[in-house]
C-alpha cells in the first residue's frame, strides 16, 4: 500500500499521525489482509488524539473516494476501501467519544448501512457511558441518531442514569430516559425516581 497514491489529502492527513497511530492502523490492516476476525487492540495506547487523527484521516478517504481518477482504478479504489474499512474498524473498536460516535452513526445513515446502524447501536450500549449518550443526544442533528441515544440511554441501568440529572445540560435528556423507562418500560425504579427529584408533568421530547 502506497499512501501517496490515494492523493495529497490523505498523503498529508497520513503523515500528521502519530507514529503510535500509524502502527496501529498498519496492525489492524495487517490482520484483515490475514482475515482475522477482530481488529487488534493489544500493544497500542489510544486517546482523544487518535479519535481525532482517525476522524480526519477517513474524512480525507472518504472524500478521495469521490475522486474520478480513482473511480476508474478498480486495483487502487479497492485498496482506499480497504484502508477506509481499516480505519473504520479501529474507530469502532476503540471509541468512547460522542463525536466519533455521531461520525460514524452519520455516515452510515447517508449510506443507507442499516447493519453498520444496528452494530453502532450495539456498541453504544457496550462501552459509553451515559453522560457521552446524553452529549450524543444534545450534540447531533440528526433525528435518527438522537433517537437511538435516547432509546439507549432508556434501557441503561436507572443509577447509571440518576447523575445526569443533576447535571443542567442533560437534565431533560436524563429526565425523559427516565420517562421512557417508567411509562413504556413500566419501571417501577424509575417512577420513584422521578417522584423524588418532583417532575410530576412529563416531558414534550
Known amino acids: 500500500m502506497m499512501i501517496k497514491d490515494f492523493g495529497a ?17 498498519v496492525g489492524a490492516l495487517q490482520a484483515k489482509n490475514g482475515n482475522a476476525v477482530n481488529t487488534p487492540t493489544q500493544k497500542f495506547s489510544y486517546d482523544t488524539q487518535s479519535d481525532w487523527e482517525l476522524s480526519r484521516l477517513l474524512a480525507a478517504l472518504d472524500e478521495q473516494a469521490k475522486d474520478l481518477d480513482l473511480t476508474h482504478n478498480p486495483e487502487k479504489l479497492g485498496e482506499l476501501r480497504k ?6 474498524s479501529v474507530l469502532e473498536a476503540q471509541t ?22 444496528d452494530r453502532l447501536a450495539d456498541l453504544l450500549a457496550e ?12 450534540q447531533t442533528t440528526s433525528p435518527a441518531i438522537r433517537a437511538i ?27 425523559f430516559a427516565l420517562e421512557q423507562k ?3 418500560y ?13 417532575y410530576d408533568e412529563p416531558t414534550n421530547n
Not at 490523505?10 to 496501529?24: A, D, F, I, N
Not at 452519520?106 to 443507507?112: F, T
Not at 453522560?131 to 450524543?136: L, Y
Open 9 to 25: 489529502r490523505v498523503e498529508s492527513v497520513w503523515e500528521g499521525l502519530r507514529p503510535v497511530t500509524k502502527k496501529l492502523l
Open 149 to 175: 441515544a435516547m432509546e439507549t440511554i432508556a434501557l441503561m441501568p436507572v443509577e447509571e442514569i440518576i447523575p445526569s440529572l443533576d447535571d443542567p445540560i442533560y437534565e431533560d435528556i436524563a429526565r
Open 96 to 117: 468512547e467519544s460522542a463525536e466519533v460516535f455521531i461520525l460514524l452513526a452519520e455516515r452510515a445513515l447517508a449510506r443507507r448501512d442499516y447493519r453498520e446502524i
Open 127 to 138: 462501552r459509553f457511558s451515559v453522560g457521552e449518550m446524553c452529549e450524543i443526544a444534545r
Open 186 to 198: 413500566e419501571s417501577e425504579e424509575a417512577r420513584r425516581v422521578l417522584e423524588q427529584f418532583g
Open 83 to 88: 484502508l477506509t474499512e481499516t480505519c473504520i
Open 182 to 184: 417508567a411509562f413504556e
